[in-house]
């Protein structure tokens, strides 16, 4: 598939291992990649760098000289990204990056370390190899020594060894040679290689593409849109850190959700609503490894809550505290700063994180596939979370969108509050508790009986954002998917009719109607018309529904991938990247409208 040659519109693909991730663009350069975490400081990171900042860029390339075009594609149902580069005089060459993933041992091998592998497809190309990490945002330049047959870039809190059999003379000066055969880099920590450099990195792909294929193979897709479907679970499984079971909401800080906004956040945490969401998606393939592993990093938070109160975001290693900075430099994507690091959030009180607590964990009380499936224990720690839902569920919070500068009841918190009270009553029901399933039961019936009289607008003829309130706020769309309301009950049909008439632009669907701390925003919210399809077709409306997915398929780009928010005009994708509310909404989508099977075979 053909690109284009920068980094606008967000032309990346996204490569990892469950360790570490890294983007790479249209034109094979490496533009972000953080290590050892998805949250660590990143040695290239160039994305967030404007027209000033050339000096302080950091970025791996590989350049072709007199180039012309460029294609891109992942090798299918992998994590491995192919890019041609094409010059004008009929040379060609092939770069394939990935982070090495598979068994190994009887344990999973999934190093902190990029490889890149190149080769001649046709002509007599000429390639000049960069490899650029900085410290402290750009600011440092590392200290660089050579050996045998690897430099060693000294970070201020890493060292990097570039382990390559391209000359490191070259390298080191960027200089062009001919590329005559394949030759491989493998940038990671500071350990010795144990074999030779190219059968290595020849040994790494073919392990890592079996893995991925394997994987890939175990998930139960729909029959229409499996690329689709397979490339966002992909995606949704890169976002997770394997080692501890936490799942980022993306793997990239402030980039702008709309052009100089300022609304620029750092993503690189697990929010529970996200994370929830990303489980719930998996879970719909048949992927429950994911949520196996989330759940033993969520039983940690819980059990760590000091009084049951539940942060909406920590940090990957459990951090809890998540200070939010703005630095001076680089100077922001496409120069539209600030770029911030940390996550002011984490000091909210967002009462739906209790429900997307309770959400996320239910499933593991009535799967039998589990290896460690929930039982009363559990329960008991699960219910510590209703406990916070019940006595919150008509209290001022900031919301699911995070307000910084009001707090009000918001209909959204409450519903996931109900959510939280009534799958505890179904999960004392299978674990034989019916004392404690009558208790749960009654309190999710008073918390249904307020949300319907307190966020209904009359007005409005529709549930609004805040009880009382008279705004549009298109979270309530999940009312429908977490089982509050019936779709066809008039109330929510007439709720849909209003946020689209108030908050769509064609396909594209933005949050809420009033103004925030920064105005009212300018894109669409990319998981806010998926789950406008989800109403749909719950409403048997799957026409329009089916019109609407494949509109939102197109606004992908290049490689199957979106951010968080869409230019409704221009289309254009803004946000941080790639955003797993917006993949789950893709699959999501998939999963309910697409024919069965059983139609075609």
Known sequence: MSATTDTENLALGAIGNCSISALVDARARVVWFCTPRFDSDPAFQSLLCGPGDRERAAYMAVELEGFVRSEQHYERSTAVLRTRLYDGQGGAVEVTDFAPRFRHHDRMFRPAQLVRRLRPLQGHPRVRVIVRPRGEWGAQQPSTTRGSNHLRFELPDQTLRLNTNVPLTYVMASTWFSLNGPMSLLLGPDETLAGGIEDTARRFEEETIQYWLGWVHRLAVPFEWQEAVIRAAITLKLCQYEETGAIVAAITTSIPEAPNSGRNWDYRYCWLRDAFFVVRALNSLSEVGTMENYLQWLQNVVRASPGGRLQPLYGIGLESELVERTLDAPAGYRGMGPVRVGNQAY???????????????????????????????????????????????????????????????????????????????????????????????????????????????????????????????????????VGFIDPRDPRFVSTLAALEATLCDGPYMRRYEAADDFGRPETAFNVCAFWRIDALARMGRTSEARAIFEQLLASRNHLGLLSEDTAPVSGELWGNFPQTYSMVGLINGAMRLSRPWEQFV
């Open 347 to 481: 000091e909210h009180d967002q009462h739906d994180v209790y429900g997307n607590v309770v959400l996320g964990a239910s499933q593991a009380f009535h799967d039998l596939r589990l290896f460690r499936p929930a039982g009363v224990d559990e329960y008991e720690l699960l219910e510590r979370v209703g406990e916070q839902a019940w006595r919150l569920h008509d209290q001022p919070d900031a919301g699911m969108w995070e307000l910084r500068t009001r707090a009000r009841v918001h209909t959204s918190s409450s519903l996931m509050c109900w959510a939280a009270c009534d799958r505890l009553a179904k999960i004392a029901v299978q674990l034989g508790l019916p004392t404690r399933a009558q208790s749960w039961s009654e309190r999710a019936a008073a918390v249904r009986a307020r949300i319907l009289e307190a966020g209904w607008s009359e007005k409005r003829q529709a549930f609004v954002e805040s009880f009382g309130g008279q705004d549009l706020d298109a979270g309530v769309l999940l009312m429908a998917e």
